[in-house]
């Protein structure tokens, strides 16, 4: 991509989540800086969408680097992973510039690799790729093709347009990594879920979550639920794991109630009861601070909207 020196500012006015239309293919860039849920228009752009899709689909883009930042301008990834090796080319596919889409702040477009005569070959985007930070129309759309834009992540998206650079460079002093690019329907399950969880409408009630894999059993993530409740008075305990694929917007754990005992000084081992066939939770997220428990058991059923108390150190997630 030919390098262009323009300053804008950073245009956060784009849709949401909650109001943006879904009709549409969407991929999470789970990145170490936070999640960006990027919606591709396979409409005005269907062979560029149907590349970079290759490309999510083929694990190609897991453990990717972001190798450019020109702050207020772009950020550019697509090319390497983090151990250095280069994004191996699927070949060059034919521009579908003039679309009707536009380099705007947090649309998502096509680099480009090659020039012809000394002119920009707008037929020469590999798997090279990037987010515009800036609002870059008269710059960037006579030669670059839009083929979508970000729908979550602003607050990613502004912590990667900060990214510190080498004076007189584009190239970051700690490259930001994309850990893993899936295609999503709905809000991802996401590692930044781990943490405490309760109801507002009862503080007797609360979830533990931990996303997590098993010891030594590959990268099959898994979700470790701890439920704590009363019943007729007395505590209850209601524990479950279940398997689930990067990508998931829903889980349904399966749990075992455990009931009878009290904590402190009435502790009695032999009240201890336990129902290994309870029921389960369905537990679905609409952000990454806010999320819908569903349970279906022996005593009935009913959902519980629900918000984080605790949240990762190491990981990091604002809400747009």
């Known amino acids: 991509m030919k390098k262009i020196h323009f300053v804008a500012t950073l245009i956060l006015a784009l849709p949401t989540m909650s109001n943006a239309q879904q009709s549409q293919p969407r991929v999470l860039l789970d ?11 396979s409409t005005r752009a269907p062979r560029t969408a149907a590349n970079f899709l290759a490309y999510v689909d083929d694990g190609s883009f897991n453990d990717m680097i972001v190798q450019r930042v020109v702050k207020n301008f772009v950020i550019q990834s697509g090319s390497l992973k983090s151990n250095g090796a280069t994004i191996a080319s699927k070949g060059a596919i034919s521009s579908e510039r003039g679309n009707g889409l536009s380099n705007t702040s947090g649309s998502i477009a096509m680099a480009l690799s090659s020039t012809v ?10 798997s090279a790729f990037y987010i515009n930070t800036g609002n870059n129309s008269s710059n960037l759309d006579a030669n670059f ?12 998206l502004t912590t990667l347009n900060n990214t ?13 990594v994309v850990r893993r690019a899936v295609r999503v329907d709905g809000f991802p399950i996401l590692d ?15 979830f ?11 990268p099959q993530p898994l979700m470790v ?4 409740d009363y019943s007729e008075g007395k505590q209850i305990w209601l524990v479950g794991a279940a398997a689930f694929q990067w990508g998931d917007s829903t889980v349904t754990v399966p749990l075992q109630i455990t009931s009878g005992a009290q904590f402190g000084a009435a502790f009695a081992p032999d009240q201890v009861q336990n129902d290994a066939e309870w029921g389960s939770l369905t537990i679905r997220f609409s952000d990454c601070h806010h999320g819908e428990f569903s349970f279906q058991s022996r005593l009935g059923n009913g959902s519980y909207q629900l918000t984080r108390i605790t949240e990762p150190t190491h990981i990091q997630c604002l809400d747009d």
């Open 117 to 126: 005569s000394g002119q920009t070959n707008v037929n020469s985007a590999t």
């Open 192 to 206: 930044v879920h781990t943490g405490a969880w309760f109801d507002p409408n009862n503080s007797g009630r609360g």
């Open 164 to 176: 510190a650079v080498f004076s007189g460079s584009d190239q970051p002093v700690v490259f930001p």
């Open 225 to 228: 639920v701890h439920w704590y």
């Open 31 to 41: 990145t170490t800086q936070g999640p960006l849920i990027l919606e591709l228009d």
């Open 208 to 218: 533990g979550l931990e996303i997590s894999r098993a010891s030594e059993g590959g």
């Open 145 to 156: 093709t839009v083929f979508g834009r970000v729908v979550y992540g602003l607050n990613t």
